[in-house]
């Protein structure tokens, strides 16, 4: 064997390196629906906890991980620190299950207390690599670990060849983000994220009727209300509530109420005992109401709060 190879001239080598090559991606060349999972903030989770409670964390990822792939044709490839690889056969797939993973991880905060919530990003690529029915490598898995890292915590990102793969009606519910530059990507990706939660359970727009603001909703699972905004040097409150005239604005509690984001809507429950009236009803300290898109909360009887899935009014949208 070796005579063979050092019979051979460059010419030839490099001609044979092209013909095995061609036979490589002829027998393991296949697209898939690349998928990066990474928890979000588990450095700081680690650091303030230790390792035990930092590898648990991780470890309910990849179970929740683990139940969402296996219906729907997915496999994992590989786990690593506080992330996984998975690849499925469609991108449609690839949408459906980690859908069914956030909603999972929804459920699964409900169980522990807000400092040990679980929060997860995604991001999907399609493309060709090569696969031998265990290894997948090619230059398209980074791509998917970078388009990953363009999301935020409960966010699922998607690169312009995945969105292209979607069906219409999956399709539909993506949104442009516009290019983005990624480390190790020559130029420019075009990022989609996918809303995958309903709008009419998950509002994610508020306007205050007393002074025509429109408030985005911060994207997170447990939102603060209230009218202080700073505290001790930090932020106090996710949304700060505000009243021009100032015997009214105290009238609104320094923390006034919470929304916490459940896997079928979202829950309302007061911090204050000022008044919170959710839909006609008073809502007390210790109880839950549902908020949904339609929704009207008053404050203090002096907001009034209007929850709507789409932005009324561009010129007066603030970000909380």
């Keep these: 064997m070796k005579e063979f190879w050092t019979g051979l001239s460059l010419t030839e080598l490099i001609a044979l390196q092209d013909e095995i090559s061609r036979h490589i991606r002829a027998k393991f060349e296949r697209k898939l629906a690349l998928v990066f999972t990474d928890v ?40 690593a620190g506080d992330g996984a690889f998975s690849v499925f056969p469609t991108v449609e797939r690839a949408t459906e299950a980690m859908i069914a993973l956030q909603q999972g991880i929804l459920g699964d905060n409900r169980e522990v207390g807000e400092d040990h919530r679980l929060s997860v990003r995604v991001g999907i690529h399609w493309n060709n690599v090569l696969s031998d029915g265990k290894i997948v490598t090619g230059d398209a898995v980074h791509v998917a670990a970078r388009v990953a890292s363009t999301a935020d915590a409960g966010e699922i990102h998607l690169s312009q060849d995945a969105v292209s793969a979607l069906p219409p009606h999956v399709r539909v519910n993506t949104r442009s983000l516009g290019p983005h ?13 996918l809303d995958w939660l309903d709008p009419n359970l998950f509002p994610r727009f508020i306007r205050v009727n007393e002074t025509q603001q429109e408030l985005l909703l911060p994207d997170q699972d447990v939102v603060t209300f209230g009218r202080l905004a700073v505290h001790e040097g930090k932020r106090a409150n996710d949304v700060v509530l505000a009243h021009p005239d100032e015997d009214s604005a105290r009238r609104i509690g320094r923390w006034h109420f919470k929304i916490r984001r459940a896997p079928d809507g979202l829950l309302l429950s007061p911090v204050s005992r000022a008044p919170t009236v959710v839909d006609g009803r008073s809502v007390q300290p210790g109880e839950e109401a549902r908020v949904r898109s339609g929704s009207i ?3 203090s009887d002096v907001l009034t709060l209007t929850f709507h899935a789409a932005q009324a009014d561009q010129s007066t949208l603030i970000l909380a």
Excluded: E
Excluded at 181 to 193: H, N, S
């Design 181 to 193: 530059p990624l480390k190790g990507v020559p130029a420019p990706l075009d990022i989609f994220r």
């Design 40 to 79: 979000v903030g588990s450095t700081a989770y680690f650091s303030r906890f230790g390792d035990t409670a930092g590898r648990a964390l991780c470890q309910r990822h990849l179970n929740i991980l683990d139940r969402a792939v296996a219906t729907l044709q997915g496999r994992v490839v590989d786990t």
């Design 297 to 299: 909360v008053r404050v």
